[in-house]
């Protein structure tokens, strides 16, 4: 993926949005992003936010938030305030908020309108009669023998569901379009419902309220959206979205298009799934750094630059696809690469002692922050005699393409010089706890040994400097990619138990462990590394991996591969 390309890749509704400026049949474009906040935004989302913010501004436009709030059972007030974050975070602002229950007086009245026109009537069959009576794909529905009661009865039984004097269930408005249709949407679609339930806008106000397919065209014609842009499992509802407007005195009429969501491997997606996922505790919230929310991937340090560019550069079709996640890992690698800091972080300390380094002193190195890019200045690293080095960095007996450090060997230290191993110190049990190295002092940057070519480089950090914090090591939430995808196995048992791994105790440089939440690092030769938002406090770090360095999974899927074959 090409994250630098400036160029617009674009789309079949990107087309059709300059097809209908150039005709002259908007002078504007309107667009709605309707989030029903009954839970939090995820990377799903995002495509959709991309699309319906991205256009009005390449080509004048609106773009409104409207939060769908028709069911009052599943909504509240702090799901929206976290979806206004999440959108403002992706770096999109809306030109205008509503919600829909901000139209429910005029859906009533659109909805007395169908009635008195003869196009909707006051059902009272049961929901299972009318499931029974609604036929399947290749036999036509059944009349409900209440399909033509009087205009004047239903207006009556209406208004008294409006006034809540029937419990819930007991009858619903039905539009009276055809029984017999191909299409099921089209066989008298229920409109309202009664649900004697305190909405968190509009308190008790109501006691029926309106179907999301009723809703939402009209809240679109409302405001005057043009192009109302939805996900392909709406493609067999448009014909009512049309119906509808078609028939009320609509302000105007919305051209809905159908676009394929956007789904992701190793993850689930749908608010249901992932509120499971909070509730039964399996994360620690909507925001745990391993979920596919916004606000978790935000923790996680995905930056909103990458989520933007992923999305982009997929592009818009009319095809379903499952995107790999390592796709969106290069994208966010894409982004840090560019822009994160460079800083040396050892996750498994080993003790290593440079014998010949004069105790008690410490010497400042220049480094440089991005060995690409000067403009981002150099930091000061501290080097001691007793320093730190990765265990994995070291190997007594190591097969013949080792190249870092064993008994003997030599390897360069990073952003400094070249050491030699002279002794291993073991403990009783045999484990090695240390060792001793000389370095060459004719090796150092600037010296004129510093060209002398050792086969490795490892990293380091000062034992008398570097601070110790808790580094979480985050992984895909699922094993298999497509975990709702395997027959009579619940998508639970998939979870990856090494999701979540916790290091209590790395060692990073001091100006890491005193930088704030948000502030991202490459931690050299290991991956990207984020300070987390909500558990880090002054002087006890918590620094989340974003993204290792490479994709450490294409690596584990090939040998997967290899064994199979
Ligand atoms: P979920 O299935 O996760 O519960 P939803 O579609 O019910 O999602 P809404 O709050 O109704 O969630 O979605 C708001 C908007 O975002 C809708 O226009 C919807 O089509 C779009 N959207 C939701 N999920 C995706 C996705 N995976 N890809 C693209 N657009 C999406
Ligand atoms: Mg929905």
């Not at 929206?80 to 974050?85: G, P, S």
């Not at 094993?479 to 990073?508: C, M, Q, W």
Request: glycine share 6%; hydrophobic share 35%.
């Amino acid at each position: 993926m090409n994250t630098d390309n400036a160029v617009t890749p674009t789309n079949f509704i990107r087309n059709i949005v300059i097809q209908d400026l150039e005709n002259g049949s908007h002078k504007e474009i309107v667009t709605r992003f309707p989030p029903e906040p009954n839970g939090h935004l995820h990377i799903g989302h995002a495509k959709s936010i991309c699309l319906n913010f991205g256009l009005p501004a390449e080509f004048g436009g609106r773009v409104n938030l409207r939060f769908d709030d028709t069911n009052p059972l599943k909504e509240n007030e702090d799901f929206m305030r976290a979806i206004m974050e999440d959108v403002r975070w992706l770096g999109f602002e809306w030109d205008n908020m509503f919600h829909a229950s901000d139209y429910f007086q005029q859906l009533y009245e659109f909805a007395l309108h169908l009635i008195r026109t003869g196009k909707a009537y006051v059902e009272e069959l049961t929901a299972d009669e009318i499931r029974s009576y609604r036929g399947t794909l290749t036999e036509p529905g059944r009349e409900s023998p209440f399909r033509d009661r009087p205009v004047e009865e239903s207006l009556d039984l209406f208004q008294r569901m409006k006034a809540g004097e029937f419990e819930d269930g007991k009858f619903v408005l039905r539009a009276r379009i055809d029984m017999a249709s191909p299409n099921i949407n089209m066989r008298d679609p229920v409109v309202y419902r009664i649900r004697n339930a305190s909405h968190h806008r509009t308190g008790d106000e109501w006691h029926i309220y309106p179907m999301y397919d009723w809703a939402h065209g009209i809240s679109d014609a409302i405001e005057g959206v043009t192009h109302s842009l939805c996900t392909l499992e709406f493609e067999d509802h448009r014909p009512l979205y049309d119906w509808f407007l078609d028939n009320i005195p609509a302000p105007c009429h919305p051209r809905q298009i159908e676009f394929a969501r956007g789904n992701l491997d190793y993850t689930v997606m749908s608010k249901r799934r992932l509120r499971e996922l909070v509730e039964d505790g399996y994360v620690s919230g909507w925001d745990d750094p391993r979920m596919p929310t916004l606000a978790g991937l935000r923790r996680r340090g995905f930056t909103p630059e990458a989520i933007r560019a992923f999305w982009t550069e997929l592009g818009i079709s009319k095809t379903e696809s499952i995107i790999p996640m390592s796709v969106l890992e290069n994208a966010v690698r894409n982004d840090l690469n560019v822009r994160a800091p460079r800083t040396m972080a050892v996750l498994d300390p080993l003790k290593v002692i440079l014998t010949n380094f004069p105790e008690g002193e410490t010497e400042w190195l220049e480094a440089p922050v991005h060995p690409q890019n000067e403009a981002m200045g150099t930091r000061q690293v501290a080097l001691t005699r007793e320093i730190w080095i990765e265990r994995s960095d070291f190997m007594e007996d190591p097969p013949g393409k080792f190249f870092r450090l064993k008994p003997g060997g030599e390897v360069r230290l990073r952003n400094a010089f070249i050491v030699e191993c002279t002794k291993v110190i073991k403990n009783e049990k045999g484990d090695v706890v240390e060792l001793h190295c000389r370095f060459d002092p004719e090796s150092r940057s600037g010296l004129p040994g510093a060209s002398r070519r050792v086969k490795g480089t490892i990293h380091w950090v000062s034992s008398e400097h570097g601070v110790p914090v808790e580094v979480r090591l985050c992984d895909r939430l699922f094993t298999v990619p497509n975990p709702l995808g395997e027959k009579d196995r619940d998508y639970r048992e998939f979870l990856n138990p090494h999701s979540l791994d916790v290091i209590r105790n790395a060692i990073v440089e001091v100006s890491v462990a005193e930088g704030s939440p948000g502030d991202f690092y490459q931690f050299e030769r290991t991956g990207y590394f984020c300070h987390d938002e909500a558990d880090s406090v002054p002087g006890r770090p918590v620094l989340n991996r974003i993204v290792t360095l490479r994709d450490s999974w294409a690596r584990i899927e090939k040998e997967m591969a290899q064994k199979r074959a």
